[in-house]
C-alpha cells in the first residue's frame, strides 16, 4: 500500500512540476529605433534604471539594448522570441496584434510619449496638399504602412473627401529619416515633401526655404501616441516582476526628463551620438507639442481610420483591446 502511495505522490509531482513557479528571466532585452523621440530609452540605459527596479524586486538582470531602423523588423524580431519589448507606431501595434491574437498575444503594455510629425515643403508653390503635382515626390519612411503615411491619407480623405484618401500615395516614396532631409536641405531632387519626426524636421525647418505644410495635431483632438512599447502576453505572464521593473524603470526615465531637460538632451547626445548642438536639442524640446508621458492618446480615431479605408484585415472591435490593462489608465480615446 505504501508502495503505490508513494507512485501516486510522483506521478502527481510530475504533474504538478510545470506548473510551478519559475524563475523570471535573468536578462530583458529592448528594442528601440533613432531619434529624440527614444531619449526615454537612452536615459533608463545610461543610468540602468530597469536593473535598479529590478535590484529593488529581488531580480539580478541585465538589460540588452538593440537599435531597429523600423517597427516591422522589430516586430519579427519579437515572434521570434529575440527581444522582450519593442517601440511601435500605432500601424505597427495594429499589425502585430492581428498577427498574434489568439496564440502571442500582443499587446501595448504603456505609451511611450507624444511628438508632432510635420509636413515639410519647399517647394513655394505648394500651399496646400491640394497642390502637388504628379512629378512631385512626398519622402516618408515607409510608404502606406508608416505613421506618416497614414496621417498623409488622414489629410488627403479632408482635402478631396473620404474615398479620395489615398490620392497622394502616388506620390510617396519610401526614405529613411537622414536621406530625407538631404534630399530636402540638397540641390535639386523630384523630393520637394518630407513627412519626419524630431529632430529631422526642425533641422529642415531651419533651411529658409522649407516650411511646414501640416502637423499631426491638426488632425487630432488630443494628443497622438507617436509610439507604445509593446511585448507578448507570455513575457508578462511569466515575468511579473521584470515587467513592473521595466514600467517602473520608464516613469523614472520620464520623470528625469520632465525635471531636467538639459541633462535630458546631454544624455540623448552622448547615448545616440548625435552631433547637433545642443541649444538646438533644447529648442526642441521646448516645443510644447512634445510631450513626454506614458499615457496613450488619439489611438481610437487612427484605427477607426484605418479599418474604414480597408487598411486593417483584422481591425479590434475596439481599440482597447491590444492594451494591457495597466496602459489604460488616464489615457483618452
Known amino acids: 500500500m505504501l508502495h503505490r502511495l508513494a507512485i501516486v505522490a510522483a506521478l502527481t509531482g510530475a504533474v504538478l512540476a510545470p ?14 529605433q533613432f531619434g529624440l523621440a527614444y531619449t526615454q530609452y537612452m536615459v533608463m540605459e545610461d543610468q540602468k534604471l530597469i536593473e535598479k527596479h529590478a535590484k529593488a524586486a529581488g531580480l ?18 519579437l515572434i521570434s522570441g529575440t527581444i522582450d519589448f519593442v517601440s511601435l507606431g500605432i500601424p505597427g501595434l495594429v499589425t502585430i496584434w492581428s498577427k498574434t491574437k489568439g496564440n502571442m498575444d500582443v499587446k501595448a503594455a504603456t505609451g511611450l510619449n507624444v511628438s508632432p510629425l510635420m509636413l515639410l515643403v519647399r517647394d513655394p ?25 497614414i496621417i498623409l491619407q488622414m489629410a488627403a480623405a479632408k482635402a478631396f473627401g473620404d474615398a479620395k484618401f489615398n490620392a497622394l500615395d502616388h506620390l510617396t516614396v519610401s526614405m529613411a529619416h537622414p536621406d530625407a532631409t538631404a534630399a530636402m536641405l540638397g540641390g535639386k531632387s523630384e523630393v520637394v515633401a518630407n513627412f519626419s519626426s524630431s529632430p529631422f524636421q526642425y533641422r529642415q525647418m531651419k533651411n529658409p526655404g522649407i516650411r511646414r505644410l501640416l502637423t499631426s495635431t491638426e488632425l487630432f483632438d488630443e494628443p497622438l501616441s507617436f509610439n507604445v512599447i509593446a511585448t507578448t502576453s507570455k513575457f508578462r505572464t511569466e515575468n511579473p516582476k521584470l515587467y513592473a521593473a521595466f514600467l517602473g524603470a520608464l516613469k523614472e526615465a520620464t520623470d528625469f526628463i520632465n525635471a531636467d531637460k538639459r541633462r535630458a538632451a546631454e544624455t540623448y547626445l552622448k547615448m545616440s551620438g548625435d552631433k547637433t548642438p545642443i541649444e538646438d536639442i533644447m529648442e526642441i524640446l521646448a516645443d ?13 480615431p487612427f484605427v477607426s481610420f484605418m479599418a474604414k479605408t480597408g487598411a486593417l484585415r483584422n481591425p479590434p472591435a475596439d481599440w482597447r483591446e491590444m492594451f494591457f490593462p495597466e496602459a489604460l489608465a488616464g489615457s483618452g480615446s
Not at 506548473?19 to 535573468?26: C, L, M, V, Y
Not at 531597429?68 to 523588423?73: E, I, N, T
Open 288 to 300: 510644447p507639442a512634445i510631450i513626454y508621458n506614458t499615457k496613450v492618446g488619439g489611438i481610437g
Open 125 to 149: 508653390d505648394i500651399k496646400s496638399v491640394k497642390d502637388f503635382k504628379d512629378h512631385h515626390r512626398i519622402a516618408l519612411p515607409a510608404v502606406k504602412v508608416s505613421m506618416q503615411a
Open 19 to 32: 506548473f510551478e513557479a519559475r524563475a523570471e528571466a535573468n536578462v530583458v532585452r529592448v528594442a528601440k
Open 60 to 77: 539580478d538582470i541585465t538589460t540588452e539594448w538593440a537599435t531597429f531602423r523600423s517597427s516591422d523588423v522589430m516586430n519579427d524580431a
